[in-house]
């Protein structure tokens, strides 16, 4: 059974900083895509950043430049550094799987999500 889990959100003032990770087992994600998606209260959530097995990555316009999005295959795991956070970026982030290779920006693409971490950031 596959299962994603989320670590690193928290509270953290405007322009500071947090690394967000997100822990996969239970089945083979080498050549998955991996992404992350957010949502903020009472918005859809969204899409943020996606990484291919071969590392290719895609962002959304908004966190462009910000945000740095990384997976260690052997550990089945991947990241998000997000940098010069602001307070629209409060959300709760999604760690997303896809079985197929290539990424996409869309939810319905994922196959496997995890619970959400909370991200706050504060003016």
């Known amino acids: 059974q596959v299962q994603l889990v989320e670590s690193g959100g928290g509270l953290v003032q405007a322009g500071g900083s947090l690394r967000l990770s997100c822990a996969a087992s239970g089945g083979t994600f080498r050549t998955a895509a991996m992404g992350w998606f957010r949502q903020a209260p009472g918005k859809e959530r969204e899409f943020v950043a996606a990484i291919e097995w071969n590392r290719r990555t895609y962002y959304a316009d908004s966190v462009k430049g910000r945000f740095t999005i990384s997976r260690d295959n052997a550990k089945n795991s991947m990241f998000l550094q997000m940098n010069s956070l602001k307070p629209e970026d409060t959300a709760v982030y999604y760690c997303?799987?896809?079985?197929?290779?290539?990424?996409?920006?869309?939810?319905?693409?994922?196959?496997?999500w995890g619970q959400g971490t909370q991200v706050t950031v504060s003016s």
């Open positions: 997303a799987v896809r079985r197929a290779i290539g990424a996409t920006i869309y939810q319905s693409d994922y196959d496997y």
